[in-house]
Each structure stands twice: as C-alpha cells, then as structure tokens.
C-alpha cells in the first residue's frame, strides 16, 4: 500500500511550523548583556512573527524566559507571558528601549 503524504497548497508551504529543535545561534538572534539597578542581566533576544505581529522571545541569564510584543497603550514592548508579573520594572523597561533601538 503506498504510503499516505497530506497535500500542502504553495500558500500553506510557508505557514508550517518546524518542530525540529535547535540550540544553534539564528541569524536574526541577538545576544547582549544588560546592567539595571546595579543588577547584570545576559539577554538573548529571538525576533518571532506571530499572527503578522512581530514579536520577541527574550531569555534571561540562560533560563527565565519572557514573550515580547508592542503595547500601543504604553508606547512600548511589553513582557505578555504567564510570568511578565515576576519581571523588574526596570529591566523590563530597560530591555523594551534595547530591542526598540535595534529595530531602528
């Protein structure tokens, strides 16, 4: 019996998702070290496009991890994530100026 293969339209090529992980460095990935209030701070910044909105996956210090996305009420990214709550105003501030300055 020949083996069964979903069709995919030329539209729909571009829309999947890989699930192949990687621990590589992406082109468009930024890495860059941050101090707030005294406090050093290692970043690393994913560009992500969800729903045509540009995002940002931001690690801290290699383990805590935070969702990005423009707030128009505030005129600035904003953590969106679960946990945005448990992240420093400050660095939060501070990591929204950053990723604004790099998109300029």
Do not use: C
């Not at 996956?57 to 290699?62: A, D, E, L, M, S």
């Amino acid at each position: 019996m020949a083996e069964h293969k979903p069709h995919i339209k030329a539209a729909d090529r571009n829309n999947i998702i890989s699930t192949k992980k990687s621990n590589g460095p992406r082109a468009d990935e930024r890495n860059f070290n941050i101090v707030v209030d005294g406090v050093p701070y290692l970043i690393r910044s994913i560009p992500i496009v969800f729903n045509d909105e540009l995002r940002f996956r931001i690690i801290i210090n290699g383990d805590t991890e935070h969702l990005f996305t423009w707030d128009s009420q505030v005129k600035m990214l904003r953590a969106i994530d679960d946990d945005a709550s448990l992240l420093p105003d400050g660095l939060e501030v501070a990591l929204s100026e950053k990723l604004q300055s790099q998109l300029k």
